[in-house]
């Protein structure tokens, strides 16, 4: 195994599973062919044809595409469509900077293949000239990632909130990281993918964040989402990236980024220009 064979396995998709998914002329997502059959019953709401799958053209306003979007969604959800529901509204749109075109319920976004946004904080300390980075072992009872390791912290982008604001909510939630701590971690950037999993197709783009800790804060999660956290070495972070695939998908890259940015991973690495370039796809 190698740094490349966990970005590969962000990289897994055969585009011709999907049909685009519009709102107007604007390419919102990727339906897959055999979703699509479930979403036929619900003409007043979708305009399926073999090339592409559409809002009707009634729903023209951001409020109107919330609502009938719901209402699809919660008798999916009934029919057992929607695994994992959340009950949190995500942004629709085709680009994250470009107003959203509605929300839907977070847990339908890959099934949608609408682009998702999440936030990702590393959580190191200095131990003399050596970092250490802090781990998350994410809980059992996820939807998805169950019992993988993740960063110390990290969330999708809910509807209605700034990046910053989001992230010190899941500093809190999630590792107990005061809000005067949280506020200082910084942005480093992002990562983003394209890869076909159970839950559909994730398009995704990471807002990443480093955090230096202090060497005696010790973080306890307060929402449950987290069973256990541990203190690495890079040496073992390393190590685990490469050998095995004990880390959520997603949070490997990010881990991946943090090594590259803080020169763990040498330009000289055989495949540093594919790492980087493989933390970028879209």
Known sequence: MSYMDRIRACAQVEPERYI?????????????????????PFSDTFSVNRNAISLVDR??????RTTAMAGVLDELNKQGLVPGWRDEPYPAGVSFT??????MERAAVPLFGVKGYGVHMN???????????????????KPTGPGKL??????????????????????????????ALATKAVPVGTISYVTSRTEGLRDDILFNFDLLLPSDFTPVNT?????????????????????????????????????VRHGHI?????????????LHRT
């Open 150 to 179: 993740d960063q110390i912290v990290a969330g999708g982008q809910p509807a209605g909130m700034s990046l910053r604001d989001n992230l010190i909510k899941e500093c809190a939630e999630e590792a107990d990281i005061p809000a």
């Open 20 to 40: 685009p998914f519009l709102v107007g002329d604007a390419v919102v997502g990727g339906i897959s062919h055999d979703f699509v059959t479930h979403l036929e």
């Open 266 to 278: 040498e330009a000289d690495h055989p495949d540093y220009a594919d790492i980087v370039a493989g």
């Open 59 to 64: 729903l023209n306003t951001y409020a109107a």
């Open 98 to 103: 470009t107003p959203a075109l509605f929300e």
């Open 123 to 141: 959580g190191y300390v200095r131990d003399g000239e050596q970092s250490k980075i802090w781990v998350g072992k994410r809980s059992l009872t």
């Open 223 to 259: 929402d449950g989402e987290v069973d256990e956290f541990y203190l690495w070495p890079i040496e073992k972070i390393c190590e685990t990236i490469c050998e095995t695939d004990n880390f959520k998908f997603n949070a490997a890259l990010v881990v991946i980024d943090f090594l």
